[in-house]
């Protein structure tokens, strides 16, 4: 019955969300969408939880931010609710106090399905950077004060995209140990499910502020888990790459042996411990180095590095955001890396092999994917 598995690759783009399917040969592929056409959609999430359900994080410049839920994969979206103007809990404001809280919501960032144990819980990341939950699918929202009343909160500043709260994960081994990502503030981690939150970027580069390995400061893009082991972190900074093997609390750089170790996404594949994917791109410019798109790997227990494009293969300046890649849980790993460019390439084979879904798309923020 493997072979009649089907693969579903969700894209949230610049005029709207789109779904690619195929089976897991991933040569064929069919293409559907635009869905909340129009809108900047700046994630899809599908629920693994919940086979079908799927979320979409989309942001118009005329009606605002909005998410949507479809329970038949993409067939039918109803629009759910988004948290109201947020004051980061119920917490009372004295006298003179500046309300740096009383900010509207710009834009929904990032979707993340809770734990299993936790059915109907989903977590929500917005600008200005805050986190919310809702354990009831979207219904209703509640701010994580822990995080958005934090008391570093004055000395975060906003990237170049904005002060948004980009990157959830949640420990599969401690559901109750979560990690956040905020540019430009660095990451951050609670062990009591959001209670309390420390940062934890001890050893990271901040090469654009006067104390180089500040507490916080630093302009995270990416962070990701080991699915094997995951006391493993794996990092995409404006100043770098790391890894973690302590659960966040110190960093290795790794990155400097790469032509340009700057970069938005990093991905980990299921079954592959020890292993983690980058696209590095030229930090100026923030397109492909030499003209020429390049994924490379890092192999944590060798430190080494391995190409996984041939050389001539994608000419051109790709440029790819932070949630623009993604990795499958089929055997044999398929990855799919969306460009600003709007084109969806693909390795059905873990990078042995390349190919582009013959469809242009508008300029693609996020690749996410599923598989039934």
């Not at 919940?50 to 989309?58: D, L, R």
């Not at 944590?300 to 391995?306: F, L, V, Y």
Request: glycine share 12%.
């Amino acid at each position: 019955m493997v072979g009649k598995r089907s693969v579903s690759v969700w894209l949230g783009t610049r005029k709207g969300a789109y779904v690619a399917r195929s089976n897991v040969a991933r040569k064929k592929w069919t293409v559907h969408g635009p869905f909340q056409d129009g809108s900047d959609v700046f994630h899809v999430a599908p629920d693994p939880r919940h086979p079908g359900t799927v979320y979409s994080a989309a942001n118009n410049g005329w009606w605002g931010p909005a998410l949507y839920r479809s329970r038949d994969g993409g067939k039918k979206w109803t629009e759910v609710s988004v948290p109201g103007t947020p004051r980061f809990g119920e917490r009372k404001m004295t006298d003179g106090e500046p309300p740096a809280a009383k900010f509207p919501i710009k834009n929904l960032w990032h979707i993340e399905p809770g734990p299993p144990g936790e059915p109907k819980s989903v977590f929500l990341g917005v600008d200005p950077a805050a986190l919310y939950r809702s354990d009831d699918e979207g219904a209703h929202w509640e701010g994580v004060s822990g995080i958005n009343e934090h008391s570093t909160r004055s000395r975060w500043n906003p990237g170049a995209g904005g002060l948004c709260l980009h990157t959830i994960l949640i420990d599969p081994q401690q559901p109750r140990r979560m990690y956040i990502g905020i540019s430009a503030a660095g990451t951050f981690k609670t062990e009591d499910g959001g209670a309390h939150w420390s940062p934890c970027n001890k050893g990271v580069e901040a090469p654009f502020l006067p104390e180089k390995f500040p507490e916080l400061g630093q302009c995270v893009h990416k962070v990701a888990l080991d699915p094997e082991d995951p006391s493993v972190l794996y990092r995409q900074d404006h100043g770098g790459i790391y890894v973690s093997r302590d659960r966040a609390d110190h960093w290795t750089r790794v990155g400097k042996p790469l032509p340009e170790d700057f970069g938005f996404v990093v991905a980990t594949a299921a079954g592959r411990p020890g292993e983690a994917t980058f696209i590095p791109e030229i930090g100026e410019s923030r397109t492909a180095i030499g003209g020429q798109f390049q994924v490379y790997r890092w192999h944590r227990d060798s430190k080494k590095w391995s190409p996984l494009v041939r050389k001539g293969l994608f000419p051109g300046f790709f440029g790819v955001h932070r949630e623009g890649m993604a990795i499958d849980d089929l055997p044999t790993n398929g990855i799919y890396v969306g460009s600003t460019t709007g084109t969806l390439v693909l390795s059905p084979d873990y990078g042995r092999s390349w190919s582009a879904v013959p469809y242009q798309f508008p300029g693609i923020h996020s690749v996410s994917v599923s598989t039934a």
